[in-house]
């Protein structure tokens, strides 16, 4: 099934976004997580902007909701403000939880590192593997 785009407007620019749901396990907790990419007014061809965000504060039951256009608002105004550059053609700007985490505020949600298969979102067990 494709992803569904949907677009919101934030002092007076158009983003286009997209989410996927997808659960990740920390410390025997499924936490409900949400991938979101974002667009500027350039399309695909600007640069994007990636999150990855995880249920937050505390342990949550994956459900099957979907992020609100806040939660939304909240990942492209954190990106702003750290430097992402919707109008630039082409790269990916990723908000990582370690630089920009103290400057993104959404209810419900914390910024966490990318999460790929068969790695844990667990912020220490994340770094211990980044340093080897």
Not at 63 to 74: C, E, I, K, M, N
Not at 83 to 108: I, K, M, N
């Amino acid at each position: 099934m494709r992803a569904r785009l949907r677009q919101i407007h934030i002092d007076g620019h158009t983003y286009t976004w997209r989410a996927a749901l997808h659960r990740v396990q920390i410390d025997g907790f499924h936490h409900r997580a949400v991938y979101v990419r974002a667009w500027g007014g350039g399309g695909k061809n600007g640069q994007k902007l990636e999150a990855d965000l995880l249920s937050a504060p505390g342990p949550y039951i994956v459900d099957s909701g979907y992020p609100t256009p806040v939660d939304v608002r909240a990942v492209i105004i954190c990106g702003l403000k750290s430097g992402w550059q919707p109008e630039q053609r082409g790269g990916t700007f990723v908000l990582y939880d370690r630089e920009h985490g103290a400057s993104f505020a959404a209810s419900g949600f914390q910024l966490t590192n990318p999460v790929h298969p068969g790695e844990s979102a667990d912020p220490t067990i994340h770094e211990a593997q980044q340093r080897g």
